[in-house]
């Protein structure tokens, strides 16, 4: 690891944001290079000097998860260290997969916030104690670790599928995988499209046969 690490804050709660931006300046080796409210923002901000992204998975109308695919994708060096309020398994293994190396919650010390950077920094994949059990057992009996029913489909279209079979409508399934209905809306449609799906009513049928949507 560096022994100056450069951090970026995304989080559209301004008093959350600058709060973490204060706690990191005080911490030696840590320098803030930084902050972004949005997705946009963040893409805008962070670059090849970045070292650790400290991601909020709500980012108003746009998604943590989304911003954290993009960033890993256009810098792979970056590394994404999530922190919320949410510790439900959906939003951990979304995280994950996304490329996120590490998830804390909002409720973290300041030690542990210090740990995790330091770990990320370090290659190192961090989950806070409170979620970590739980969220690797899901990671690790996933149910597209044996069979990946519409490959045709991205991961994500898999997941908006999956939540659909199970009778969720938009809004709970922009809830669980934290998501903007806009871009809920849109994944379905595809969904439907590239399954060759009429409608909802058969995309949940064909779903269901093929072992999405039950557990």
Same mark, same amino acid.
């Given at each position: 690891?560096?022994?100056?690490?450069?951090?970026?804050?995304?989080?559209?709660?301004?008093?959350?944001?600058?709060?973490?931006?204060?706690?990191?300046?005080?911490?030696?080796?840590?320098?803030?290079?930084?902050?972004?409210?949005?997705?946009?923002?963040?893409?805008?901000?962070?670059?090849?000097?970045?070292?650790?992204?400290?991601? @909020? #998975?709500?980012?108003?109308?746009?998604?943590?998860?989304?911003?954290? $695919?993009? &960033? =890993?994708?256009?810098?792979?060096? +970056? *590394?994404?260290?999530?922190?919320?309020?949410?510790?439900?398994?959906?939003?951990?293994?979304?995280?994950?997969?996304?490329?996120?190396?590490?998830?804390?919650?909002?409720?973290?010390?300041?030690?542990?916030?210090?740990?995790?950077?330091?770990?990320?920094?370090?290659?190192?994949?961090?989950?806070?104690?409170?979620?970590?059990?739980?969220?690797?057992?899901?990671?690790?009996?996933?149910?597209?670790?044996?069979?990946?029913?519409?490959?045709?489909?991205?991961?994500?279209?898999?997941?908006?599928? @999956? #939540?659909?079979?199970?009778?969720?409508?938009?809004?709970?399934?922009? $809830?669980? &995988? =934290?998501?903007?209905?806009?871009? +809920? *809306?849109?994944?379905?449609?595809?969904?439907?499209?590239?399954?060759?799906?009429?409608?909802?009513?058969?995309?949940?049928?064909?779903?269901?046969?093929?072992?999405?949507?039950?557990?």
């Amino acid at each position: 690891m560096a022994d100056q690490v450069s951090l970026v804050v995304v989080d559209d709660h301004p008093v959350f944001r600058l709060g973490m931006v204060a706690l990191l300046g005080t911490i030696d080796g840590f320098t803030v290079v930084g902050q972004a409210a949005t997705r946009a923002e963040a893409l805008e901000v962070v670059d090849q000097h970045t070292d650790v992204v400290l991601m @909020d #998975l709500h980012l108003g109308d746009d998604s943590g998860i989304e911003a954290t $695919r993009d &960033l =890993v994708r256009r810098h792979p060096h +970056v *590394r994404v260290l999530v922190v919320t309020m949410r510790e439900d398994d959906e939003s951990v293994v979304a995280s994950v997969r996304a490329g996120a190396r590490g998830y804390l919650l909002k409720a973290a010390s300041p030690a542990e916030v210090e740990r995790a950077v330091r770990a990320v920094a370090n290659g190192e994949m961090i989950l806070g104690p409170q979620v970590a059990e739980r969220a690797m057992a899901a990671v690790v009996s996933g149910r597209t670790a044996v069979r990946l029913p519409f490959p045709e489909l991205t991961d994500r279209e898999r997941e908006v599928l @999956d #939540l659909l079979a199970r009778g969720f409508d938009n809004t709970t399934i922009s $809830r669980r &995988l =934290v998501l903007s209905p806009k871009t +809920v *809306r849109n994944h379905v449609a595809n969904v439907l499209a590239k399954i060759g799906a009429p409608d909802r009513a058969a995309a949940m049928i064909r779903a269901r046969e093929e072992g999405l949507g039950v557990d």
